[in-house]
């Protein structure tokens, strides 16, 4: 394989005062959407015997968006959706780059738990179709998908 002014003035006022302003639209649709592939993906997973360790793991390096176990192995896990396969799977949009940042991610994970000699990998779930609706076409789950180096 290897997310007129229509207010903007209250906006800029809030921001003026000191409060973040209200995420845009899209930007909430996008978080939402990104939820409901992952609860999506926990089920799957469930379903496939790992239990969940935690969700949303965030540092500044960045996410990883599922931390699981499967038979004493710590699974790190990349959750992708796409609403159609027209264009490519999911799972080929965890380019190498993407791997990187997931590989030091799950670094800081290890060693903020004291989890340094832990034996661990990295899954990929990939989701075709509406998560939103409910709506799913595919779910494909690559197990050991990358490696640290590759």
């Known amino acids: 394989m290897g997310r007129g002014d229509g207010g903007r003035a ?17 930007a909430a649709s996008t978080r939402a959407k990104g939820t409901a592939a992952e609860d999506c993906a926990v089920t799957h997973l469930r379903a496939q ?18 931390v699981a176990e499967e038979h004493g192995v710590l699974v790190f896990v ?17 380019t190498a780059t993407k791997q990187a ?35 799913i076409s595919s779910i494909e789950l690559v197990r050991d998908a990358f490696r640290l180096g590759d």
Not at 79 to 89: D, T
């Open 101 to 135: 940042q997931i590989a030091k991610v799950a670094q800081q994970y290890l060693h903020r738990h004291g989890l340094h000699e832990a034996e661990c990998r990295f899954d990929v779930v990939g989701i075709t179709g509406d998560v939103a609706r409910h709506r």
């Open 49 to 66: 015997g790992y239990r969940i360790v935690e969700r949303n793991f965030r540092c500044k390096m960045g996410e990883i968006d599922i």
């Open 10 to 26: 209250s906006q800029a006022s809030k921001a003026s005062q000191g409060s973040k302003a209200a995420p845009s639209r899209s």
């Open 78 to 94: 990349e959750v992708r959706s796409k609403r159609h396969a027209h264009h490519g799977s999911a799972l080929e949009t965890v």
